[in-house]
């Protein structure tokens, strides 16, 4: 998983309360394990006409958003079915940071494990950043972790919260096997102990 540090950009407005986990990535996408690739179908079924062509309405498909970094989501962003695929997806377009008031709990929990930084704001912060990113392509927004600040193009700092934990996990591109692989000293140490005393296993 690649070191999460800073963030600069052009945020994306999405407003809509409730875009769940289908919404995100339909679950017609769902048959592939690979989490590469996805970020083509991510919020197919509002990106994209019945017959394929795209929308031009629709907020990532706008010329100023195409490259965003930063979402800044409506509430309870994530809910519904349990789908890893939804972060895959999300990351796989470029994404690298959600915002919003409130996250359905296991989207939240699989956005750290695959290095991405949902943050939770109160509501009178989330609007000035959901005004920011209506700005377009002349705003950039700043998001710092290891500060946790997120900085609008007018310079407004909100500071965030984040478990310290998970914090460590994405500044030095830890997943959960990343972890694991840090105490491998530990782990050789064992195995050597117990190869000798059990020398028939």
């Not at 695959?114 to 109160?122: A, D, F, K, S, Y």
């Amino acid at each position: 998983m690649e070191k999460f540090e800073k963030v600069h950009g052009v945020a994306a407005p999405m407003p809509l309360i409730n875009i769940d986990t289908d919404m995100i990535i339909p679950k017609v996408h769902l048959k592939t394990i690979k989490r590469s690739g996805l970020g083509v179908v991510l919020f197919d079924e509002m990106r994209y006409h019945d017959h394929g062509g795209e929308n031009e309405e629709f907020v990532l498909n706008k010329p100023a958003y195409r490259q965003t970094e930063i979402l800044v989501a409506g509430d309870n962003f994530g809910c519904g079915s349990s789908r890893e695929h939804a972060p895959w997806a999300i990351k796989d377009f470029g994404i690298k940071v959600v915002i919003s008031t409130s996250f359905a709990d296991i989207f939240f929990n699989n956005c750290f494990k695959n290095g991405i930084l949902p943050i939770v704001v109160e509501e009178e912060h989330h609007a000035i950043l959901m005004d920011d990113a209506h700005k377009g392509e002349n705003a950039r927004m700043t998001v710092h972790l290891e500060d946790q600040q997120i900085t609008t193009s007018d310079g407004v700092v909100i500071e965030f919260d984040i478990d310290p934990h998970r914090k460590h996990c994405l500044l030095n591109g830890l997943d959960d096997i990343g972890l694991t692989m840090e105490k491998d000293h530990h782990i050789d140490k064992f195995e050597d102990h117990a190869s000798q005393a059990r020398p028939w296993v």
